[in-house]
């Protein structure tokens, strides 16, 4: 099956500063979303965004289908940024392949 | 979160017991997903529904089965819970076809001992 890598797994920032989370898979995706799922464990989604480049307020997201991969940035970290951030891939009618995560914490 | 209510939100049971966690939503979604998450595994799919009566495996079916008799609860069973089942347990829904946002309930987390 489809194989989903995400790096960094851990990233400390202080509050302010930009990061970049990348997702890497291994196959041809129509399906890519990122989620972020906060301290007490509840899972949001963030983009839905199969190619090409989305945002929303502080962060956006680009995939570029054609190399598999894509970048989930986060602009001006704030310490309510902290969790971790998945990335899902699928093809087809396929239920979503989550990676393992990376795990940001945003210190004051 | 969407219209999806999952119960219960928490469990302790012994192992061997018999187990049955239910997601109830109220979006008239077709899709209906279980996933269980782990330390190290991120979420993992368990089964999946794509329509009343009709489910499928994932990646982690063993030792778990799962029922759709109405478009709105998704029952997920163990049945004879092992040590190897603690974990926290998420259901997910999707519109029409697999392509539309994932939506989380709020997770249950289940304790064998």
């Known amino acids: 099956g489809i194989q989903v890598e995400q790096s960094p797994p851990d990233l400390i920032l202080q509050e302010g500063a930009n990061s970049t989370l990348r997702c890497n898979f291994s196959?041809?995706?129509?399906?890519l979303q990122w989620f972020h799922q906060n301290p007490w464990g509840q899972l949001i989604n963030l983009f839905y965004i199969p190619s090409g480049t989305k945002q929303n307020g502080r962060l956006s997201a680009t995939t570029v289908a054609t190399e598999r991969y894509s970048l989930l940035y986060i602009s001006s970290s704030q310490t309510t940024d902290s969790g971790v951030y998945f990335c899902a891939v699928g093809g087809g009618n396929t239920p979503l392949v989550f990676g393992k995560g990376t795990r940001l914490s945003v210190i004051a | 979160d969407a219209g999806i209510t999952q119960s219960p939100r928490h469990k302790v049971t012994e192992t061997g017991t018999p187990v049955t966690l239910r997601c109830h939503q109220t979006?008239?979604?077709?899709?209906m997903y279980w996933y269980r998450q782990d330390p190290g595994h991120g979420l993992r799919l368990i089964h999946y529904?794509?329509?009343?009566?009709?489910?499928d495996k994932g990646e982690v079916s063993d030792g778990y089965s799962v029922s759709r008799s109405k478009t709105e609860d998704f029952l997920l069973t163990l049945e004879s819970a092992t040590s190897s089942q603690t974990s926290v347990y998420f259901c997910a829904i999707t519109g029409q076809g697999a392509f539309n946002v994932l939506t989380f309930g709020a997770g249950s987390r289940l304790t064998v001992l």
């Open positions: 529904s794509y329509g009343v009566k009709d489910t």
């Open positions: 196959d041809s995706v129509n399906n």
């Open positions: 979006e008239n979604h077709r899709y």
